[in-house]
């Protein structure tokens, strides 16, 4: 046994040396399972999708109305000093005022820009996703782990219970309370395997693949020496607040483009009427064809349409200023509780921590009474099941600090 303590404090010492490396390669494991994420995931494509739809919108807005041309022919040709007119021919054009085009094509930029915040915002919630599975199916990894330690651990008493039978220090059911024992561990081992293939099941459903692919995590996660320090300022990044800039912004190119549209339209246009040549007579111009260039203007008079736009535009952007204000509180309380939680996660690991160290002392304590010949396996079961306990709530307690910080980093990263 004090060859086994010895490997155990070394094995220790190991993986505080590593601890550096360990983080790196966890950091490693996560980063490609998000990258693949945002390859393979339907939701990504989907935004992404409507980004590019919005972009060519900008293409679209370098318009001008349809060219109108008609053409008549006079069933009762009409004298003219030179001839009679058979046939009229026209074409027009009309043409937004000065900046319209330009202020259209802003406004269209303005909406694709705040499609793209969605994109962002989608692949950060996907991130966020990713990582809560992934750091769920190290919890059960690393609880699999410690109940294979504990099963070997009761098989390493089972053995000394059976010595003791034999000559008469211990009894028959001391040894059946062990196996018993044992057969609950199993079975709690066997219980997180299928909780295993649930969550492997989600996470490969985000990545776009089959469902029954094995997940590789990594084994062990160690609790950081310091939390990483930061302001709630670092929440005006987020993209959730980004986007109503974005679409402040587009309300105020909106309205740019209504005041535009609210001015007059130019038309420029051409009349053509050929002339037939009178034969009654010869004079100058005779049957000379007419051609005739135009020029109009159209004026909004009696439109209120663009007055009630402006006003919309006027409230839009207070609305969306409240629905920022109201986004910013909601993030500031989910940050704070982030927070809350994960220093609380700390809290639990040192109080496990210290715990699981005097459960040790304990269990060393046991051992030497067993080499005098007073052991007391009840005691031996009661231990096991503390430094299990411990075991198992100081990997919730890392489990959950590292989904809060996945948390923290959404907000403010």
């Known amino acids: ?133 992934y750091y769920q199916l190290y919890e059960i990894k690393a609880k699999q782990l410690v109940l294979d330690e504990n099963i070997e651990l009761l098989q390493t008493y089972e053995k000394l219970a059976l010595t003791s039978v034999e000559v008469g220090k211990a009894s028959a059911v001391d040894v059946l309370r062990l196996q018993i024992r044992q057969n609950e561990l199993q079975q709690e081992k066997e219980v997180l395997t299928q909780q295993s293939r649930g969550i492997q099941a989600a996470l490969n459903s985000l990545l776009n693949r089959d469902y029954q692919r094995d997940i590789t995590v990594i084994e062990t996660l160690e609790m950081p020496m310091e939390d990483i320090q930061f302001s709630f300022d670092a929440l005006s990044l987020n993209p959730e607040l980004l986007k109503y800039d974005k679409l402040y912004e587009s309300v105020a190119q909106s309205e740019t483009l209504n ?51 402006s006003k919309q535009n006027e409230l839009r952007q207070q609305e969306i200023q409240s629905e920022k204000n109201e986004r910013l509180n909601v993030l500031e309380s989910n940050l704070a509780r982030a927070i809350s939680e994960r220093n609380q996660a700390r809290i639990k690991f040192n109080t496990q921590q210290k715990n699981l160290e005097q459960a040790k002392d304990a269990e060393e304590i046991l051992i030497k009474n067993y080499e005098t010949g007073t052991i007391d396996f009840n005691d031996v079961l009661d231990i096991q099941e503390l430094q299990l306990k411990f075991q198992v709530n100081r990997i919730e307690a890392v489990q959950q600090y590292y989904l809060q910080q996945s948390i923290i980093n959404y907000l403010i990263r």
Not at 39 to 45: A, F, G, L, Q, W
Not at 57 to 64: D, F, G, I, Q, S
Not at 76 to 101: C, D, H, N, Y
Request: hydrophobic share 40%.
């Open 1 to 133: 046994m004090t060859l086994k303590y010895h490997h155990i404090f070394r094995v220790k010492a190991l993986v505080l040396c590593s601890f550096l490396f360990i983080l790196k390669g966890n950091a490693q494991q996560l980063d490609l399972l998000i990258k693949e994420a945002f390859i393979s995931s339907p939701e990504i494509e989907k935004f992404q999708l409507r980004y590019d739809i919005a972009s060519e919108k900008v293409n679209e807005a370098n318009w001008l109305p349809n060219t109108k041309v008609s053409a008549g022919y006079f069933v009762s040709e009409p004298e003219t000093r030179v001839g009679a007119q058979r046939a009229r021919f026209s074409v027009k054009q009309m043409l937004p005022w000065f900046g319209t085009i330009t202020a259209r094509e802003n406004y269209a930029s303005s909406m694709a820009d705040a499609d793209y915040v969605e994109v962002t915002i989608a692949k950060r919630k996907l991130a966020l996703s990713v990582s809560k599975l």
């Open 259 to 309: 005041k535009r549209e609210g001015q007059p339209m130019f038309g420029l246009g051409l009349d053509y009427i050929p002339v037939s040549e009178r034969t009654d007579m010869n004079m100058i111009d005779n049957g000379k064809d007419i051609l005739m260039p135009m020029v109009s203007i159209s004026i909004p008079i009696f439109n209120n349409r663009y007055k009630s736009v």
